[in-house]
T-cell receptor
Framework: GAVVSQHPSWVICKSGTSVKIECRSL??????MFWYRQFPKQSLMLMAT?????????EQGVEKDKFLINHASLTLSTLTVTSAHPEDSSFYIC??????????????FGPGTRLTVT | AQKVTQAQTEISVVEKEDVTLDCVYE???????LFWYKQPPSGELVFLIR??????QNEISGRYSWNFQKSTSSFNFTITASQVVDSAVYFC????????????FGKGITLSVRP
């Protein structure tokens, strides 16, 4: 149980275009999802916290108008990278917290999406 | 402020050697959770262990063992008789419950196990 999927697993897009990444909790409901970014040979950096039905909370230094997050249901959060540039090329990972258990320390991670902007 | 320090960046060992990965954390909270994750070349994070701040018992799981010492704010991870399949990046992370449930990751340790 507690499986999180991401789609696509990898994507190549041209500079200036937008790309959407989906994060789904397959067998549980998630009131909170997190989006992380990981550059090559670096650690995971939290970009934003996404709560179902409300606006996402972005970490300092993350442009909310560039990285649009929508958490429209208890099983789906999306991250849209708008007007992507080569410096946005990275590995994007989402995680989800099981709703209703009180175990907010327990995050289930998706497999990640590798974005390459040419 | 919360912080996780993994001072070792890269470790290379020969198969069957034991290896210890160090993790030091900082927090003013009394209730917190510590984690270790493995990230193989595929990129997907693999959960290894979670420990809460009130449980200082060491844990052993097969070839893996963890040493949690609050006195030194450390949560070290030892792999006994390492294998090539253990080659990966290992992250230590600090987390909390309640509203502030986000994880703070260390920079990771790249472990290479040579045959």
């Amino acid at each position: 149980g507690a499986v999180v999927s991401q789609h696509p697993s990898w994507v190549i897009c041209k500079s200036g275009t937008s790309v959407k990444i989906e994060c789904r909790s397959l067998d549980f409901q998630a009131t909170t999802m997190f989006w992380y970014r990981q550059f090559p040979k670096q650690s995971l950096m939290l970009m934003a916290t996404s709560n179902e039905g409300s606006k996402a909370t972005y970490e300092q230094g993350v442009e909310k108008d560039k990285f649009l997050i929508n958490h429209a249901s208890l099983t789906l959060s999306t991250l849209t990278v708008t007007s992507a540039h080569p410096e946005d090329s990275s590995f994007y990972i989402c995680s989800a917290i099981l709703a209703g258990t009180g175990k907010r320390y327990e995050q289930y991670f998706g497999p990640g999406t590798r974005l390459t902007v040419t | 402020a919360q912080k996780v320090t993994q001072a070792q960046t890269e470790i290379s060992v020969v198969e069957k050697e034991d290896v210890t990965l160090d993790c030091v954390y900082e927090t003013r909270d009394t209730t917190y959770y510590l984690f270790w994750y493995k990230q193989p070349p595929s990129g997907e994070l693999v959960f290894l262990i979670r420990r809460n701040s009130f449980d200082e018992q060491n844990e052993i799981s097969g070839r893996y063992s963890w040493n949690f010492q609050k006195s030194t704010s450390s949560f070290n991870f030892t792999i006994t008789a390492s294998q090539v399949v253990d080659s990966a990046v290992y992250f230590c992370a600090l987390g909390f419950t309640g509203a502030n449930s986000k994880l703070t990751f260390g920079k990771g340790i790249t472990l290479s196990v040579r045959p």
